[in-house]
T-cell receptor, first 111, second 113 residues
Framework: GENVEQHPSTLSVQEGDSAVIKCTYS??????FPWYKQELGKRPQLIID?????GEKKDQRIAVTLNKTAKHFSLHITETQPEDSAVYFC??????????FGPGTRLSVLP | DGGITQSPKYLFRKEGQNVTLSCEQN?????MYWYRQDPGQGLRLIYY???????QKGDIAEGYSVSREKKESFPLTVTSAQKNPTAFYLC????????????FGPGTRLTVT
């Protein structure tokens, strides 16, 4: 079955700097890769996703890149702000299959 | 808030008691899911249902049971057989299984003493 690894487990950056979180997956058939943000005590919320027919997707300060050959995808946050502090989860899924989530990255943006 | 609700927000029970967590959605989604989250941990799948009257075990189903009698509802029962039930429980729904966004409920924090 699918296995998703995520690095780093914790990440601290200065406000205004960029943050990058990387995930690798094992099942080459996976074709959907969402990223969720979870603030303390709250529900995870989708912030961006990418499908296997696309190499990169951007939404304002957030971007995701996908390398299908290497089976990894990354979340890039530019110009970080204190409100970006949260736990970020990546996931991989295929048609008809459940999400397999990574273990999460705790991002702290220091003012 | 995405049309998926969970109740209650906090739940306290004595060891040995069964407890049922509610999950309701008005998004007309076919698929529904239950996840468990422990402090500092990721999301582990307990049960999922792709259609009414059908559900499947996830990675950590032991000690839990579910039902899916209505499309809108997917209650989770934490039984006394669950050895370490204290956790944050999240329900989610999606249009279908696989490559569709999952919408999460606000969660129920269960404490068993």
């Amino acid at each position: 079955g699918e296995n998703v690894e995520q690095h780093p487990s914790t990440l601290s950056v200065q406000e205004g700097d960029s943050a990058v979180i990387k995930c690798t997956y094992s099942d080459s058939a996976s074709n959907y890769f969402p990223w969720y943000k979870q603030e303390l005590g709250k529900r995870p919320q989708l912030i961006i996703d990418i499908r296997s027919n696309v190499g990169e997707k951007k939404d304002q300060r957030i971007a995701v890149t996908l390398n299908k050959t290497a089976k990894h995808f990354s979340l890039h946050i530019t110009e970080t702000q204190p409100e970006d502090s949260a736990v970020y989860f990546c996931a991989a899924a295929n048609y008809g299959q459940n999400f397999v989530f990574g273990p999460g990255t705790r991002l702290s943006v220091l003012p | 808030d995405g049309g998926i609700t969970q109740s209650p927000k906090y739940l306290f029970r004595k060891e040995g008691q069964n407890v049922t967590l509610s999950c309701e959605q008005n998004l007309n989604h076919d698929a529904m899911y239950w996840y468990r989250q422990d402090p500092g941990q990721g999301l582990r799948l307990i049960y999922y249902s792709q259609i009414v009257n059908d559900f499947q075990k996830g990675d950590i189903a032991e000690g839990y049971s579910v039902s899916r009698e209505k499309k809108e509802s997917f209650p989770l029962t934490v039984t006394s057989a669950q050895k370490n039930p204290t956790a944050f429980y999240l329900c989610a729904s999606s249009i279908g299984a696989g490559e569709y966004e999952q919408y999460f409920g606000p969660g129920t924090r269960l404490t068993v003493t």
